[in-house]
């Protein structure tokens, strides 16, 4: 099929597209890398009557390390966060997601704004930036504001963002794997999923953060699962059960065990559809978040 008519703008500057998207409200969609926004309207499930093509605004697209933190504009490609070192050393998390994402020539157009602004609930990086506390800066015509990416994401294909904002930047805490920090902490991540083929929409999927102390003991475990849920959702009973635990080899996996059966069984509620059952998609889920616990935590276990 083909899209319905539509005007079609590439602004040079960021103010110039705000001011467009703000001009024609309702009616308009930004364009980002397009993976996800031109399929809808080739089957008309999107039928917007302007375009803005944000492709032109280079300045969106960075990755940029601070002090505390990682910037990451929101036009920046897949692939650049697949392949920067700066985002290997300090978001191995993100870096380790990145070739689960679709296919090598997705990953060249898609950005990581448009993906987190399209919420599919199947995405790896909403749930990944879930995992990492990251806050998503929006703005529109007139002003920003910052957004928790735990209040971001709000529904089906649904988020915070309104009529005329765009994702302009993404800040993520940053932290070196398995490396100690002045505050004597170690860090470990893992991510993993379940689909049908690689590249294909996982049935489940689980992205792990996690912290321990200088004397062994977790001080932080954040889990957050893809496709389980109409959003990405925190699988909140594995920080009930393992943080202040002390995380040593003998114990660790029947912790973990017990943390993620109770994380699937009470954090989630999958909806069945065509190719997985709700109980099948609740057993993945505690499989995937043992295995990203196990591989997260076992990086910073003493032998």
């Given amino acids: 099929m083909k899209p319905a008519p539509f005007e079609y703008f590439c602004p040079d500057t960021l103010e110039e597209a705000l001011a467009l998207l703000a001009e024609h409200g309702s009616d308009a969609k930004p364009l980002a890398g397009g993976q996800s926004l031109i399929p809808a309207m080739n089957f008309r499930l999107a039928t917007p009557s302007v375009l803005v093509d944000l492709n032109a605004l280079t300045n ?40 689960f994402v679709a296919h090598a020539a997705i990953r060249s157009r898609g950005t990581i704004g448009g993906s987190l602004a399209h919420a599919d609930p199947a995405a790896e990086l909403p749930a990944v930036m879930l995992a990492l506390h990251a806050t998503i800066t929006v703005r529109k015509q007139g002003g920003a504001r910052s957004v928790p990416a735990g209040e971001f994401f709000t529904g089906l294909f649904s988020t915070a963002l309104e009529h005329g904002e765009i994702v302009t930047e993404i800040d993520v805490p940053r932290a070196i794997t398995g490396l100690e920090t002045q505050a004597g902490l170690r860090h470990g991540y893992a991510f993993d999923e ?110």
Avoid: K, W
């Fill in 60 to 99: 969106l697209a960075h990755v940029t390390v601070g002090d505390g933190s990682v910037r990451i504009g929101g036009m920046t490609r897949h692939r650049t966060l697949e392949t920067n070192s700066d985002v290997a050393r300090e978001l191995p998390l993100v870096a380790m997601t990145m070739p």
């Fill in 194 to 303: 379940v689909s049908r083929r690689h590249g294909d929409f996982a049935l489940a999927g689980a992205a792990a953060a996690v912290t321990v102390d200088e004397a062994g003991v977790c001080t932080s475990a954040r889990v957050a699962l893809l496709s389980v849920a109409d959003r990405p959702v925190m699988a909140e009973q594995v920080s009930r059960a393992l943080v202040g635990q002390p995380i040593t080899r003998g114990p660790l996996s029947q912790l973990i065990r017990d943390a993620a059966a109770s994380a699937a069984s009470t954090d989630i509620d999958p909806a069945s559809d065509i190719h997985a059952s709700s109980r099948y998609r609740a057993s993945l889920a505690a499989v995937l978040i043992r295995r990203v616990l196990e591989r997260a935590f076992m990086s910073l276990v003493s032998e």
